[in-house]
């Protein structure tokens, strides 16, 4: 999967706030009382919607041409862009084990001053990857 995505969304004025929907994405919709606040939770929608396809092995849908999509008076389309990896970064808190092979001193010697190696190694995976 491309780490961007771009989908186009139709937001509409409300009473208050914005209503977004995603046409190629059913079920796929959200709101804000700012414009602002509506793009936020656009970009939380179809990131959300989007994990959920691919962790049940859903089709993730090609996104419409944005001239394809039909507006009604006070709708207007807006391309939403997703950094699918920086989403799954902030959202993603799915452990997966790991098993790896430390000397037995450093173990005897990090156990007796109660480090928490999944903690440490998390750390350190992040420093050396920079992110």
Do not use: H
């Amino acid at each position: 999967m491309n780490k961007k995505l771009f989908y186009p969304a139709v937001f509409e004025e409300e009473e208050v706030g914005y209503s977004v929907n995603f046409p190629d994405i059913q079920g796929c919709i959200t709101e804000g009382d700012t414009i602002e606040e509506a793009f936020d939770m656009a970009k939380d929608a179809l990131g959300l919607n989007i994990s959920y396809m691919r962790d049940t092995k859903k089709d993730i849908p090609k996104p419409s041409k944005p001239t394809d999509i039909k507006t009604a008076k006070g709708q207007s389309v807006v391309i939403v862009e997703l950094d699918y990896a920086e989403y799954l970064r902030k959202n993603e808190s799915r452990a997966i084990k790991k098993t790896l092979s430390i000397p037995s001193w450093l173990n005897e010697e990090a156990t007796v001053a109660g480090v928490n190696f999944s903690q440490v190694l998390q750390e350190a995976l992040m420093m050396k990857l920079a992110k």
